[in-house]
């Protein structure tokens, strides 16, 4: 009788991380980076520790990161805002999680008020405009 070899149980987020260590141009590997973080924190929460855990980081890779995503209200100790990916639009929804990975990358900052999270670059201009739901 022929035993089947046990079958190597990756998740996802571990094969993500590992395409994402495949992408040759840096700041694509590195907006990816930031993708997969956000939405990962969605799952394990927005702890460096357990980000790790979950898809194969080293901390100091990602701690940069965390610490301007923290800085920007997207996240703060258990909780992750994830407001602004409310839309019925797919493509939006992206544009959002592209917007928010570049937040992450420190190449926007985001700020709040009451109605919009805007989005801006380093020289000040404004990149988006996103509304928050009520």
């Given amino acids: 009788m022929n035993k089947r070899p046990k ?3 990756t998740s996802t987020s571990e094969l993500l991380h590992n395409m994402i260590l495949g992408i040759n141009d840096a700041d694509d590997r590195e907006t990816s980076m930031g993708i997969h973080l956000i939405i990962a924190a969605l799952k394990v929460g927005p702890n460096v520790d357990r980000l790790c855990e979950e898809g194969g980081w080293e901390a100091d890779q990602i701690r940069p990161m965390a610490q301007r995503l923290r800085e920007a ?7 992750v805002d994830d407001r602004e990916w409310a839309v019925d639009d797919e493509r ?3 544009w959002v ?6 937040v992450a990358r420190g190449i926007l900052r985001r700020t709040l008020d009451a ?8 020289e000040g201009e404004v990149v988006d405009r996103i509304p928050l739901p009520r």
């Fill in 97 to 102: 999680l592209f917007l928010q990975a570049h």
């Fill in 115 to 122: 109605d919009y999270a805007c989005y801006v670059d380093k």
């Fill in 73 to 79: 209200k997207l996240w703060s100790d258990d909780f």
């Fill in 7 to 9: 079958s190597i149980k």
């Fill in 92 to 94: 939006q929804m992206m």
